[in-house]
T-cell receptor, first 117, second 110 residues
Framework: SQTIHQWPATLVQPVGSPLSLECTVEGTSNPNLYWYRQAAGRGLQLLFYSVGIGQISSEVPQNLSASRPQDRQFILSSKKLLLSDSGFYLC???FGIGRASSGNTIYFGEGSWLTVV | GIQVEQSPPDLILQEGANSTLRCNFSDSVNNLQWFHQNPWGQLINLFYIPSGTKQNGRLSATTVATERYSLLYISSSQTTDSGVYFCAVDLGGSNYKLTFGKGTLLTVNP
């Protein structure tokens, strides 16, 4: 079966410091990978998605970037954090096109709480 | 882009009560999922239901794609059902980019 893990679970960082959140998926190959952010007010916003190694699409302009150095690894980064970057970050995966056996279901990791102070 | 509206925004129930949560969307969709976010923040898949009806224990869901809405039914609610329930949709294509509603915050009191 497939599993997804992201870390760290919680992070308190000063303004202007760098950020690195990491996510890995096990049990499948060539998954689609996603980073979402949930700010106060509950809504989830898609930040980045990737359909393959080195292929990153950004949904919103922001202070963050994403990279996919390996097939099942997705990293969210920032060079200099802003207060507005605080929030709950969720990594997610789905089967790649044509490989979904149960529909286009997206599965989420445990999430990372980021507080920028 | 596609709009997803959930109602009610907040719901308080006594244990054992039944409830219906609604999700309206503004365009034809290829994918619709219901999630439950527990108090620790984790998003749990409940249903993948772009159309039709599905049931899983005390939970069931119905999507009427032609009328652009989906309903999530919770019967005999338990305190562990508390949390935020999200509906999410995508328009199709290869990338499965879900657009989320703002959720329904459900509180089940003992």
């Amino acid at each position: 079966s497939q599993t997804i893990h992201q870390w760290p679970a919680t992070l308190v960082q000063p303004v202007g410091s760098p950020l690195s959140l990491e996510c890995t998926v096990e049990g499948t190959s060539n998954p689609n990978l996603y980073w979402y952010r949930q700010a106060a007010g509950r809504g989830l916003q898609l930040l980045f998605y990737s359909v393959g190694i080195g292929q990153i699409s950004s949904e919103v302009p922001q202070n963050l970037s994403a990279s996919r150095p390996q097939d099942r690894q997705f990293i969210l980064s920032s060079k200099k954090l802003l207060l507005s970057d605080s929030g709950f970050y969720l990594c997610a995966w789905s089967f790649g096109i044509g490989r979904a056996s149960s529909g286009n279901t997206i599965y989420f990791g445990e999430g990372s709480w980021l507080t920028v102070v | 882009g596609i709009q997803v509206e959930q109602s009610p925004p907040d719901l308080i129930l006594q244990e054992g009560a039944n409830s219906t949560l609604r999700c309206n969307f503004s365009d034809s969709v290829n994918n619709l999922q219901w999630f439950h976010q527990n108090p620790w923040g984790q998003l749990i898949n409940l249903f993948y239901i772009p159309s039709g009806t599905k049931q899983n224990g005390r939970l069931s869901a119905t999507t009427v794609a032609t009328e652009r809405y989906s309903l999530l039914y919770i019967s005999s609610s338990q305190t562990t059902d508390s949390g935020v329930y999200f509906c999410a949709v995508d328009l199709g294509g290869s990338n499965y980019k879900l657009t989320f509603g703002k959720g329904t915050l459900l509180t089940v009191n003992p």
